[in-house]
């Protein structure tokens, strides 16, 4: 299987901040890789998909991108909606498998 | 307006069958390839595996294969995972979900405990 590991596991950060979020696959992933956004006590919603495509509807101040085997998610300026859990997911090779998933929080 | 919307879920006891459906509206359900997914107690995601948009091919993660059972009922847009000989491990929040790489409707989660 296919190892996404990702990080930090959880994260402070400050209103307008920049934050990124970052996934490492353990191989070749293509594009093949999602973003989600779990809200307190909602289910995920998509953000990213094909690595950097934005998905309908989500704000322009989040954004996707690829450098090799690592994958970052990044908002540009941190909103207080934007508080949750964040997660990747590769769709490359199956079994699909998510990172374990980065917890923001606000400071 | 798409909706997913589970049931199906509740308190069952190790080695039990149980089955969980997703009611699908909103969107022309045959269109799609459909998912299920789950998250642990700790948050943990894991995929459990999809269905072709015809039903003809299904594709589950290893470690469940033996045990679940994705379907669909296109005429009566409903996703449908049967689960069996559960085991407490199985005690999860579980969604269906729209798509097969990448998941852009989600349902509101159904709870299966295993516990005796």
């Known amino acids: 299987d296919i190892q996404m590991t990702q990080s930090p596991a959880s994260l402070s950060a400050s209103l307008e901040e920049i934050v990124t979020i970052t996934c490492q696959a353990s191989?070749?992933?293509?594009?093949?890789l999602s973003w989600y956004q779990q809200k307190p006590g909602k289910s995920p919603q998509l953000l990213i998909y094909?690595?950097?495509s934005l998905a309908d509807g989500v704000p322009s101040r989040f954004s996707g991108s690829r450098s090799g085997t690592q994958y970052s998610l990044k908002i540009s300026r941190l909103q207080v909606e934007d508080i949750g859990i964040y997660y990747c997911?590769?769709?490359?090779?199956?079994?699909?498998?998510f990172g374990g998933g980065t917890k923001l929080e606000l400071k | 307006e798409v909706q997913l919307v589970e049931s199906g879920g509740g308190l069952v006891q190790p080695g039990a069958s149980l089955k969980l459906s997703c009611v699908a509206s909103?969107?022309?359900?045959?269109?799609?390839?459909m998912s299920w997914v789950r998250q642990t107690p700790g948050k943990t995601m894991e995929w459990i595996g999809d269905?072709?948009?015809?039903?003809?091919?299904?594709n589950y993660a290893p470690s469940l294969k033996n045990r679940f059972t994705i379907s669909r009922d296109n005429a009566k847009s409903t996703l449908y995972l049967q689960m069996s000989n559960v085991r407490s491990e199985d005690t999860a929040t579980y969604y269906c979900?729209?798509?097969?790489?990448?998941?852009?409707?989600w349902g509101q989660g159904v709870m299966v405990t295993v516990s005796s």
């Open positions: 909103g969107f022309t359900f045959s269109d799609y390839w």
């Open positions: 094909g690595a950097t």
């Open positions: 269905i072709k948009y015809d039903g003809s091919y299904t």
């Open positions: 997911l590769q769709a490359y090779s199956a079994p699909w498998t």
């Open positions: 191989q070749d992933i293509g594009n093949w």
């Open positions: 979900t729209r798509g097969g790489y990448d998941f852009d409707y």
